[in-house]
Every structure is written in C-alpha cells, then in structure tokens.
C-alpha cells in the first residue's frame, strides 16, 4: 500500500492525527483556492483524484477558508464522483473525442490494413 492510500485509509478510519494534518491541509488548500477564485471566479470547484476520496473530511475546511475571503458567496466545493480515475477518464475522452488536439507524435493515426 502506497503512502496516499494508507493516509486515507487512516484519515477515514478516523485516526485523530491524520484527521488533524488532512484538516490542516484542507484548510492551506482552501486558502490557495480562495485565491485562484478571486481571479477566475468559476461557479463551481471539483475536488478531484484521489483527494475526493476525503471529500467529507476536506469540503468543509474549504469552504471556511474561501468563506473568509471577499465572497459573498463563493463557489460550490464539491468531490468528483470520478475519484482516483479522473485524469485518466479525461485523458482517454481527449483522445476519443478530439485526437487533432493531440500532439502529432501522439495522436491517434489509422492503422494500415
């Protein structure tokens, strides 16, 4: 088991320590997002990857910190239903939807018959 993965697993076990660090850095990434919201006042944010894994434990440091920011009302904070599979998900609906976006050494090419 990776490092990632055992933090979670204890974060969700509910370890008291860990709990204390995944808050503490809910609330350093809230601040960040705060910021990034400011200049590009999205609508929504999506907590992706293997962090949303953590969505019950991080969503709502998160939304203090952007709470304490100029906002009247911030942007939603929500955890993608993709979890850890999301870039991967994302990458392959790119090369499935739009390959001439891709770089031509990577693109998809026909295959000759």
Do not use: C, W, Y
């Amino acid at each position: 088991m990776d490092a990632i993965a055992r933090l979670i697993d204890d974060a969700l076990a509910g370890d008291p320590a860990v709990v204390r660090v995944v808050t503490a850095a809910a609330h350093r990434l809230g601040q960040g997002l705060a910021t990034l919201a400011k200049l590009l006042n999205p609508q929504r944010i999506v907590i992706g990857g293997e962090l949303s894994q953590l969505a019950m434990l991080i969503r709502e440091p998160i939304r203090e910190e952007m709470g304490q920011s100029v906002f009247a009302s911030g942007p939603e904070v929500e955890a993608s239903p993709l979890g850890h599979r999301a870039s991967l998900l994302g990458a392959l609906a790119l090369v499935l939807t739009q390959p001439s976006r891709l770089p031509a050494r990577t693109a998809l090419r026909p295959t000759a018959k």
